[in-house]
């Protein structure tokens, strides 16, 4: 999901209005999104439900070979989101009722797809792709069911390829690599590559550097502009905007150096060793086989950067230990303080004159017995 915010000026007049637009892409498993209707426990599928592909030249009846079941497999909106659309969204609806911006699905024309009333169907005639013009109010159901068809969808090669990963080892320093390609034999790519980071991550502008794979080049002739805002702490995060022309069938590599900042212990999170995620980089196409795009942006995929955690756990030690010290200390000098010595003659209650007597007449008892047995003895 990306919120994009961008300010609009129309011409002749003086306030300008702030436009918003969220982008939601989302990948999903038909089979397991249906899955919690009837089996919401994952189990091994049953040997006799198993689908193979009986192509392999060792498929046998011990042997099988998952088949792609994808293939023309049915589904409906209601199976994998778990309820039917309810309208359409006021901000888009027109006047009339209509809406502004459709319901587009790419599927081959020979497949039949099944909606609810009142829904208008209009087929690209010069692709693999159909529009919907679903009305303001009531229930929007799409369904397609299985069909046998052997037609695939072509795949379109994107106008650019973008990666970007960390570079470098510690807790102090770090890097970011991001590969650019220009898929096209023919035609240059103009974009704007735009890095918003947080400020934890303080990147070293005059790292940034910008070479062709296997080419010799000069910087400038592949980067054109430069806009960098730097961070301030715990206010704002990085701003990098980078005006990048990439010709035909070539890699771009951008690499720069960061910093990593030392946070107050009460601004880690609860799972600090995780690590803490940047978003990702985010390319508006300019120019592409000298046509000039609107609104097309790519982004990459976000990192989880590791900064310098302490241990959490050793304020627990230190507390343990030390309440253990300080407890055996304060009760032996506790217990030396408070307690009162006194002698066993002075206590109440206890003559120790006539236990001393009583313990003298036993020995003596004790001393006439021994003798009596010996002159017997004898």
């Given amino acids: 999901m990306a919120i994009d915010v961008r300010p609009i000026c129309p011409v002749g007049e003086h306030e300008c209005i702030i436009e918003m637009e969220q982008t939601v892409d989302m990948v999903l498993d038909i089979e397991r999104s249906k899955r919690p209707h009837d089996n919401p426990i994952p189990r091994p599928v049953p040997r006799e439900e198993l689908v193979c592909d009986t192509s392999k030249e060792y498929s046998s009846g011990d042997t099988c070979y998952p088949s792609d079941i994808l293939q023309g497999q049915p589904w409906r909106l209601s199976e994998i989101f778990g309820r039917v659309v309810a309208g359409t969204c006021l901000a888009s609806s027109a006047a009339d009722g209509s809406v502004s911006q459709p319901v587009c699905i790419n599927v081959p024309h020979e497949r039949e797809v099944y909606t609810s009333q009142g829904v ?10 159909r529009c919907f013009a679903i009305p303001a109010t009531g229930p929007f159901e799409m369904a397609l069911t299985k ?4 037609l695939h969808l072509p795949l379109t090669e994107p106008p650019l390829y973008a990666e970007r990963s960390f570079t470098g080892h510690g807790q102090e320093r770090g890097g970011v ?18 890095e918003s980071l ?3 991550m303080k990147p070293y502008l005059h790292t940034l550097k910008a070479r062709l794979s296997g080419q010799n080049s000069r910087q400038s002739d592949i980067i054109k502009d430069i806009y960098y805002r730097p961070a301030l702490d715990r206010k704002r995060g990085t701003q990098l905007e980078i005006h990048v ?10 690499t720069y150096d960061f910093e990593k900042a030392i946070l107050r212990y009460t601004e880690y999170p ?16 300019i120019r592409f086989n000298n046509d000039t795009f609107s609104q097309t942006y790519l982004r990459t995929t976000s990192l989880l950067l590791p900064l310098p955690t302490p241990d959490f756990s050793m304020p627990y030690n230190v507390i343990i230990l030390t309440s253990t010290v300080m407890a055996l200390a304060f009760g032996s000098i506790f217990n030396l303080l408070v307690r009162r010595f006194v002698g066993a003659d002075e206590v109440e209650g ?6 001393k007597e009583r ?4 020995l003596l008892v004790l001393k006439d017995r021994v003798m009596k047995k010996k002159r017997k003895n004898q």
Avoid at 147 to 150: F, H
Avoid at 177 to 183: E, G, H, S, V, Y
Avoid at 359 to 362: A, D, L, V
């Fill in 245 to 254: 022309s990439i010709p035909a069938s070539s890699t771009v590599t951008l």
């Fill in 177 to 194: 690599q991001a590969l650019l390609t220009n898929p096209s034999a023919t035609s240059p790519i103009e974009f704007i590559y735009l």
């Fill in 120 to 129: 208008v169907e209009d087929k690209n005639p010069l692709g693999n792709s």
């Fill in 147 to 150: 069909q046998d068809l052997n």
């Fill in 198 to 200: 947080p400020w934890f």
């Fill in 270 to 285: 609860p799972d600090a060793n995780r690590g803490f995620d940047v978003a990702p980089a985010v390319i508006r196409l």
């Fill in 350 to 355: 206890n003559n120790f004159k006539k236990f």
């Fill in 359 to 362: 313990i003298e007449g036993r």
